[in-house]
């Protein structure tokens, strides 16, 4: 799974990443080293036909839900079953989103029980994108806009340390996931993990264990 996730970059870097994707309008957003579950994560999708980034809030609410608080266990979306589950496949169809970032953590299990926080970023510490989807649910007194991140297997980095990874879009497949007129089977294709030389992984503090901290030491090595 995804539990946690970064975006600290820049002004000048995450406008850049952002043109990659065709937001070219600028984004406010506030650099964070430890984004938790229902707190916002910086979502790219497709509004009337233009791609737009916007801050939403990590955990699909279903338009079908009763109460937001659904969204606490649907953080992650399993590509496995992502055509069948009633929570994710009428997203997967019509509201993809690219989820950027610049690294994510996941806890490796020692040889005695206990647990060491692991971050996995790009080599040169630039943005990513993993796949994504979104959902506005409107029962409350205002439209709520949230996402979830899809995840797969882990590819050769990652297996040592978790059973599951975010489904990362490389910058090739970016205009597929996002486009509307691609097929379920080409998307399907998508979620199959890939070695990738250009990202690390490397243990970083259990300050990252609580949400609370929100600060670069979260992001650092420790020896």
Known sequence: MCGRSSLAPDDATLAEHLASVGVHEKVEWRPRWNIAP???????????????????????????????????????????????????RDAFRRRRALVV??????????????????RVQRRDGAPFTFAGLWETW???????????????TPNALVEPIHHRMPVIVDVAARDAWLAPETSVDDLVELFAPRDDDAFEAYEVSAM???????????????A
């Open 38 to 88: 229902t707190q916002e994560q910086l979502v790219v999708s497709v509004r009337d036909g233009a791609r737009v980034a916007a801050a939403t809030r990590w955990g699909l609410v279903p338009s079908w839900a009763k109460d937001v608080e659904i969204g606490n266990g649907l953080i992650n979306c399993r590509s496995e079953t992502i055509t069948e589950k009633p929570a994710f």
């Open 101 to 118: 970032v610049d690294g994510f953590y996941a806890w490796r299990v020692n040889g005695d029980g206990s647990k060491s926080p692991m």
């Open 138 to 152: 409107a029962r409350g007194d205002a439209p709520l806009t949230t996402c979830t991140i899809v995840t797969t």
């Open 208 to 222: 990252v264990n609580s949400p609370r901290n929100d600060r670069p030491e979260c992001a650092a090595r420790v």
